[in-house]
């Protein structure tokens, strides 16, 4: 059990996680004052269109959230527990789509897929049926968003304790109630903030609605910020996805409090029971080639596609290792930043439970709410007229992106320090130790695994983050993302293919590691 909520938490503590959640609160500040200064908010919110624009958004956020969360639990599963052929060769496999960004899956699936596409030239037909709206809006968005629930759930199988089941299944209790009774509770948390993730994600991307001209929030934003006449309509709009967030978060913080499983030891050495899959092997070996088809290889061979006809038709291929070295650049310090500023957040609302502190955390994840270019704009307000010195710096750039993914590095953090009894921080401060020296010496060691997956989420969303790069970069400053979405816009799709390509490839290696069993299979969460 956790800590009594009568127990009062360090001072540095909560002046930390305190200010932490300011800064993140900025941008939702400025369209408070932008949603005031307009005047128009009960006109627009009493509007049909508006309220079909929420049942829009709503519809694709649970559609995305339903889909990620049956392809990676059971892939999750299947890679971490059982007899399944090279599974960790599947893992990695099943993984990679998150480095693909969310606009460029949507490209590869219209590319393939649509009108004049490559399937309909193999079959030879006019065209295929309709892609676009809803259901290639889902796809596209599932595509980019499961690795969230399959990595987290992964982390989660792998750090369970084997006691636990196995004392269930000593008592006479079968597989499948072990799995109900004991495991599903176990990795409730993580899926959980795994599906919260996802639906976050589908909440601020404008990208892939925007290709598949499927009308949501964020389309609507973006075509109001992007005709620069009345914001007032687009501040108005993203208030209502803040709204939606705070659902959300109800949501998901109900269910991971219905039940806590903690290990019963730093972290067990004996290795998890691996189960034979039997007659089930082929099934699902054709399920995890099925995901990977789709999901990987499908949008890699249109890419290369793309790029073997743009080798092709051209003399010279321009590798960009400049923008390479810009996006792993930024998106690496604000992965450090996002965990570490996570770290006070997660343990004072995990280690000391009360409303202040719970409201907090939940408050933490407003930021997320908003597309990437309100955050940017937001920015670009408050720094031009009370901190000019970091416009247009790389310093606000980062910013943007701590504010934009902070809950992904929460997420890992917190579902590390879930499965971690306080027993042992007690123990630390028993003997002696200071709140600050049981923090670094035995808090952080044991959450470690969750640390490091959450800041390769931070970085593998960093480096496909476009609307705040666009808006926030330094003169002069590229990225990968930034030059894909400039070439895709004038239809230079074989030239896009190798930026797009480079960003995997970049990518993989950081994805690889927390994937890989054994980063996640030594002590504290796993």
Known sequence: MSRGA???????????????????????????????????AFEIIGEASTWRLVWNTVLLAVGVVTASVLVGVPLAWLVTRTDLPARRVWAAA??????????VAAFCLLGFFGERGLLADALAVESLPEVKGYWGSLVALTLATYPYVFLLTQTALQSLDPSLEEA?????????????????????????????LVALYTLSD?????????DTLTRAIYVQYKSLFDRAPAATLALFLVALTAVALVVEYRTRRRGRLYRTGPGTQRPQPVIELGRWRVPALAFCGAVVGVFLILPAGVLGYWLGRGIANERELDVPWGEALSSLGASGIAACIAVLAAIPVAVLSLRYPSRASRMLERLSYAGNALPGLVIALSLVFFSARYASPVYQTLALLVFAYVVRFFPQGLSGVESALERVSPRYEEAARGLGRSPLQT????????????????????????????????????????????????????????????????LIAVSAPVLYLISSSHRFESGGSG
């Open 206 to 214: 404008f990208g892939v609605v925007s290709l598949m001209n499927y």
């Open 94 to 103: 099943a993984a990679l789509p998150l480095v693909i960004p969310s606009y």
């Open 439 to 502: 923090l670094a010496l035995v808090t952080v060691p044991l959450v470690r695994s969750g640390v490091l997956a959450g800041a390769a989420l931070v970085f593998l969303s960093a480096m496909k983050e476009l609307p705040a790069t666009l808006l926030l970069r330094p003169i002069g400053f590229e990225t990968l993302a930034t030059e894909i979405w400039k070439l895709t816009q004038v239809g230079a799709y074989s030239q896009a293919a190798l930026p797009a390509l480079l």
């Open 6 to 40: 009568g127990t009062r938490a360090p001072l540095p503590l909560v002046l930390a996680a305190g200010l932490v959640v300011a800064l993140l609160l900025l941008p939702l500040a400025y369209l408070v004052i932008r949603v005031a200064d307009g005047g128009r």
């Open 168 to 196: 269930a299944r000593g008592l006479g209790t079968s597989g499948r109630r072990t799995f109900v009774r004991v495991t599903a509770p176990a990795l409730r948390p993580a899926v959980g903030l795994g599906a919260l």
